[in-house]
């Protein structure tokens, strides 16, 4: 029995510490690093209306990649805080808060966020992201 708790805990610290190493690439602004932690079939989703172009759902890499292309070109972070990893078999999610603006208005923004990340094989193949979506359509608009 203890060989399995053992084991178990250091999966969820290794899913864990893979979802830092994705927030790490981010915060570097290295977007080919950062894919190389998630599946070819990634299934990606920001929920929100559609009057927010980075919502909806991405999948595989490529559509990843656009993702972050248009977060780039729409966002400018001021702060980017994840708080707290809470893990469950190959479930992370992490919870935090953001800042910043709209680069094409000027406004900012405040929201804080749950993201919940599935891991299979060692790589992320499932992220979900749940945030104020009323305050990212105000910067934006």
Known sequence: ME?????????????INLVKSTYDCFFRGDIEALLKNHTDDIDWEVYGPSEIPTAGPHRG??????????????????????????????????????????????????SHFAHVVTIRNGKACKFREYTDTAAALNALT
């Open 3 to 15: 060989t399995q708790s053992t084991a178990s805990a250091t999966s969820i610290d290794e899913n």
């Open 61 to 110: 890499k490529a559509e990843v990649q656009q993702f972050f292309q248009k977060v780039n070109e729409l966002l400018e972070f001021n702060k980017f805080d994840v708080q707290q990893y809470i893990a469950q078999g190959d479930t992370v999610v992490a919870l935090g808060e953001y800042n910043g603006k709209a680069k094409n208005t000027g406004k900012e923004f405040d």
